[in-house]
């Protein structure tokens, strides 16, 4: 059988690497990504290991990395992806690296501080600039204010404010001048004139340009302020208040001959600034746009150096003979593969003695490995997230593949949403090399993304189902022509006349088509494909379509619960465990159709059997089956018999499915006990000694190869566990009633295929009649633009409730139908998944150390 | 229009000629066994559908409820 029938056949191995061709085989593994390795020291602290010193380096690199990736995402320089994907550089080459990643880091670094540095001096002469620039206008103001001759002549306002004895005001003024933030302005003011009693002189002024802030980048609005104040306690003061408010101080002469003295210098020292700072900008541009040519190749060097070192990590050093033992499960049918890797490792290393590698036997499970591609790996995932299958067990995934889009079908019938579905899963799929390439960042998306193949499959079964129940948005189409004749009602009945309804009588002549001519022995001849049109309009469809699909259901249901059974056949085929198929799957098999594979007989009977002429005598199938299994006699006089000799039939049946039971229940423990008690042996310490109870000899059977070390270090565990009846017995019991119970209650589950089908198909005509249909009903001008918007809104709320939420509803239940009552039948689930050592995982950072 | 049991001969001969034959022609690959289950499971789950769908109509113990009005239309228009 295909691969993904079984997981593939696994084998331990164990590898002698010599420590100089150890790197560089590992590195050919890690490419060939098949072997998943072991940990051999994990009592071993991660912090002891023998290749710490290597991790640490490559920790420090990566670190290096990220910073100048950080940095060339803060000038948005685009990383050249070339899709080249570099084999990991032999350790020699590390130092030169690193030596690379610090020279760069260093410079980086450099270049930064000095931006930085810069950028703050030209912060500050930008703000002298403005000071100098807005005191000028404080200046002149004050000037215009005093006339022409300010020495002489005050004012007394001024007078009173700044000084009220002295004839001299300017020179005993003194004042600062600063820059603070716009926003602390007026706590600013206020917090001066508090402190100050109101005896300082406050002035400001915005500068309209804003300013970079060198240390974070952030963009800050800023204000000029200019006070005045008299003494020297007051200076101090509002020096204080400057430093508190982190403003700013610059000086500032008095004259105005000096002031422009100092605007002239500080212009030029700005434009000088200006183009050292465009040379520093322009240098790190062209150090970041080398950086950025090869980041991502160092990435995946770094990243695949250091995913080694931490394979490296899990060997077993052997000191004498200078190797390095490791032990890893690989595919079988991939030795040869691993075996031409680590020669071609060995070959690169330049190393002599070649790697030896050697399959182990070992009795511990080997992991779970199943090769999936684009196709089947959306399938996988959904066995995956129930659980990993046991090693060789048989897999579900391709079964449902089919089974699953179909049993999301069977509740999600409708042409119209199938199609709708279809077409969403068709773009994807078409579209998927775009957005394989492109991880899409919507994680819903995604998802859905993922099980494109799962969808396009549900929307193409969809639009099938939807053709049986002939349902296209609700609507019927009449394909075939009907097989009901209203015209020959219409012939027969004189009261057709008037208004109400009326029922077509299928006993009528003509009313359906090929009855009642063949009658009692022939059948009507029905609408061939799915059904008939007619109901569609009809007030009794949902009474038809009820019993239709609930025994569709069933019988459904029933097959692929016997569909697992058979699966459940081959597991105990592969595993030879003829004890649990004879004692166990048998019963089993025989007690489900007894039950509900009897019923499924007596549905078809009661299909082909009775017809509108006995219709009136005919039984109901479930009372039935709970009469059946009462033992109460079926009679024709009392309408509950269905075929002659039906008593003896199922009198018979249940006394099958009754013996079944213990059938289930005691045959294994008590083979068990039997073969454990004849055989007579226990086994000590992996020494089989024959007990006989009424001698005190024992002899030696057969011993395990206590001296051979390889078995003895693999197989510890491996000793035959003690028997333990009463143990065997509460298993078994355990499991015989809950396989009996599953039979009824998992047929039940199955109904919900039922309920989810006639909800959406209610739905939807809900949708249609009390939404589209009014629409298309209103008449004139009017109704042309009404249908063109009632359209829109019953588009949405097809798509938003009839497939999105339906489809979910049905897609769950679908997958609970397979995980427990499906999957019940035959999968245990209790393996663990083969996760080999694989660089093309780790390069793109799925995997995290 | 064919008769009962000519219908299901035909269509359940479709089916098995999909599911029997199909296996057989498909192109040789490394999931061909995969290919092949997902024919055979198709064609009898599709086929086991209509067949319960066509045997549930076999027999009809009921007409469909009409009201007058769409059984004049349906007289005319089918």
Request: hydrophobic share 45%.
């Amino acid at each position: 059988m295909g691969s993904l029938f079984r997981s593939e056949e696994m084998c331990l191995a164990q590898l002698y690497l010599q420590s100089e061709a150890a790197f560089a085989c590992v590195s050919e593994l890690g490419e060939l990504g098949l072997a998943q390795f072991r940990d051999l020291n994990p009592n071993v602290n991660a912090f002891q290991r023998k290749f710490v010193n290597e991790v640490r380096r490559c920790d420090e690199m990566e670190r290096k990395l990220r910073f100048l990736e950080r940095e060339l995402k803060k000038d948005k320089i685009p990383i050249r992806d070339t899709g080249d994907d570099p084999v990991a550089p032999p350790p020699r080459e590390m130092i030169g690296l690193e030596a690379k990643f610090e020279k760069l880091e260093n410079e980086m670094k450099e270049v930064n501080t000095n931006q930085e540095a810069l950028k703050r001096n030209f912060l500050e002469l930008t703000e002298l600039k403005h000071i100098l620039r807005k005191t000028q206008s404080f200046f002149e103001e004050a000037a215009m204010y005093h006339g022409n001759q300010p020495e002489t002549n005050q004012p007394e306002e001024e007078n009173l404010l700044v000084n009220d004895y002295a004839k001299t005001p300017y020179t005993k003024l003194g004042f600062v001048a600063g820059v603070i933030l716009r926003e602390k302005v007026p706590a600013f003011e206020r917090v001066l004139w508090r402190a100050c009693r109101g005896n300082v002189f406050l002035r400001h002024a915005e500068i309209e340009t804003t300013f970079e802030d060198p240390h974070t980048g952030d963009t800050v609005n800023k204000c000029v302020f200019i006070i005045f104040f008299q003494g020297d306690q007051l200076k101090t003061r509002v020096k204080k208040i400057c430093e508190g408010f982190r403003a700013t101080l610059y000086p500032c002469p008095e004259t105005p001959q000096e002031r422009r003295e100092i605007a002239i210098g500080v212009m030029t020292r700005i434009e000088d600034l200006q183009t050292v700072l465009n040379q520093t900008e322009d240098h790190r541009k062209i150090v970041l746009s080398q950086v950025a040519l090869d980041i991502r190749v160092w990435f995946i060097k770094v990243r695949k150096i250091k995913a080694i070192y931490h394979t490296l990590n899990l060997f077993n050093v052997n000191i004498a003979e200078k190797c390095l033992i490791a032990e890893c499960w690989c595919p079988v049918v991939e030795i040869d593969r691993i075996q031409l890797a680590l020669r071609k490792g060995t070959e690169l290393s330049g190393s002599s003695v070649p790697s030896i590698m050697q399959r182990m036997n070992t009795k511990e499970a080997p992991p779970t490995y199943n090769r999936t591609d684009k196709f089947t790996q959306g399938f996988q995932a959904i066995i995956d997230a129930f659980g990993i299958a046991n090693y060789r067990e048989v897999n579900p995934a391709p079964f449902t593949i089919i089974t699953f889009p179909f049993l999301f079908a069977v509740m999600f019938g409708d042409i119209g949403h199938g199609l709708l579905m279809f077409l969403f899963a068709l773009y994807l799929v078409l579209s998927e090399k775009k957005y394989l390439a492109k991880k899409p960042e919507n994680e819903i998306f995604e998802m859905m993304f993922d099980g494109r193949y799962l969808i396009l499959l549900m929307g193409i079964f969809s639009m099938y189902t939807g053709f049986l129940y002939n349902e296209c948005f609700s609507r019927s189409i009449n394909v075939f022509g009907s097989a009901w004749n209203v015209n020959a009602m219409n012939d027969s009945n004189t009261t057709l006349q008037g208004s109400g309804t009326l029922t077509l009588d299928p006993k009528t002549y003509g009313v359906f088509r090929g009855t009642p001519l063949p009658y009692p022995n022939g059948t009507g001849d029905p609408y061939p494909y799915g059904i008939d049109p007619i109901w569609q309009s009809a007030g009794n469809k949902i009474s038809v379509q009820n019993s239709y699909k609930m025994k569709n259901a069933v019988i459904m249901g029933l097959l692929q619960m016997i569909f697992g059974l058979v699966l459940a056949f081959y597991n105990h085929r592969y595993n030879k465990d003829y004890l649990a198929l004879f004692c166990e799957w048998i019963p089993q098999l025989i007690f489900l159709m007894c039950l509900i594979g009897y019923l499924c007989i007596l549905i078809f009977y009661k299909w082909a059997v009775w017809n509108v002429l006995n219709s009136n005598s005919a039984p109901s199938l479930l009372i039935g089956l709970i009469n059946m299994f009462m033992f109460t006699k079926p009679t024709w006089a009392k309408k509950t018999q269905l075929y002659s000799n039906q008593n003896e039939v199922q009198i018979t049946i249940v006394i099958i499915a009754i013996l079944c039971v213990p059938w289930m229940l005691l045959t294994k423990p008590i083979i068990l006990y039997l073969r454990n008690k004849f055989q007579g042996t226990t086994r000590y310490a992996g020494v089989r000694v024959a007990v006989d109870e009424t001698s005190d000899d024992v002899a030696i059977l057969d011993h395990d190869h206590l001296d051979d070390p390889e078995t003895a270090s693999i197989t510890p565990k491996d000793e035959e566990e003690k028997f333990d009846m009463s143990e065997v017995l509460i298993y078994q019991v355990i499991h015989t009633i809950e396989y009996c119970l599953s039979c009824i209650s998992h047929t039940a589950s199955y109904l919900r295929l039922w309920a989810l089908s006639l909800a959406h198909s209610e739905l939807s005509e809900v949708l249609w009649t009390m939404v589209m249909h009014s629409g298309l009903s209103a008449k004139g001008i009017l109704g042309a633009f009404m249908s063109f918007v009632i359209f829109w809104g019953f588009a949405g709320l097809t798509v938003g409730i009839l497939l999105v939420m339906e489809g979910l509803s049905a897609f769950l239940h679908a997958l609970r139908l397979h995980w427990v009552e499906f999957q019940s039948k035959f999968y245990k689930g209790e393996g663990y998944l083969f996760t080999p050592f694989s660089f093309s995982l780790i390069v793109e950072g799925r995997v995290d150390e | 229009m064919i008769g009962a049991w000519i219908t299901i001969g035909i269509v359940t001969l479709i089916w098995a000629l999909i599911g029997g034959v199909g296996p057989f022609i498909l192109p040789k690959g490394p999931n061909r066994g995969v290919y092949q289950t997902m024919i055979v499971l198709t064609a009898v789950c599709c086929w086991l559908h209509w067949f319960i769908t066509y045997m549930s109509q076999l027999n009809p113990l009921m007409g469909p409820t009409l009201t007058r009005g769409e059984i004049y239309l349906m007289g005319w228009v089918w």
